[in-house]
């Protein structure tokens, strides 16, 4: 499984909640504002919005940070808590925007193979695509190197079948 760079940077913009008018609010004082999104099940969400450092003007990307479930079913933060969140808005944190072809998919009217998405230290990249409902397809290098070892292969078996005459019409020209 792969992983970002170990030097990757992103820049934490802002968190917020979601835009959904549908989404459920709940009171948390450690949440935006004093209020966190709560899924369908009882965890708590927000959204955390990142962007190139090196590039102002670049796309902005969010990802959906979500309490987990305890051995009992609880609600707990593992990771991504609000409260200690808040303090690093505006730094730079470990982690980076991957693109990779994926399977096509309808966005609107377009029918698109390219997704990116916000990828954090430690994580495994095929996981995280996967997590946003994203296979990766197998990249032109990966295909390339597989078509090569099938090349050599053939080539392997092409030379052995060119040993075996050779051995054979020696063996037959010296009887």
């Known amino acids: 499984m792969s992983q970002i760079n170990d030097d990757a940077k992103l820049k934490l913009v802002s968190m917020r909640l979601s835009a959904n008018p549908e989404a459920t609010l709940v009171d948390d004082t450690e ?6 999104n709560l ?3 009882g965890r708590k969400y927000y959204i955390a919005i990142f962007q190139d450092p090196t590039n102002p ?3 902005e990307r ?3 940070i979500s309490q987990q479930s305890d051995a009992n079913n609880n609600p707990v933060w593992r990771s ?3 409260s200690l969140i808040k303090q690093f808005i505006g730094k730079l944190i470990p982690g980076d925007l991957v693109t990779n072809t994926v399977e096509e998919y309808t966005v609107g009217l377009n029918t ?3 997704y990116t998405c916000v990828v954090l230290k430690g994580e495994s990249i095929e996981t995280i695509f996967k997590q946003q409902g994203h296979e990766l ?3 032109h290098s990966e295909s390339t190197d597989y078509d090569a070892m099938l090349d050599d292969i053939d080539d392997d078996d092409s030379s052995i079948n060119n040993m075996q005459e050779a051995v054979k019409t020696t063996a037959t020209t010296e009887a």
């Open 137 to 139: 397809e197998p990249t």
């Open 57 to 59: 003007f670049g796309v």
């Open 80 to 82: 991504g808590n609000p």
């Open 39 to 41: 899924t369908k099940d």
């Open 31 to 36: 949440g935006i504002d004093g209020k966190l």
């Open 62 to 64: 969010y990802r959906v």
């Open 112 to 114: 698109v193979s390219q």
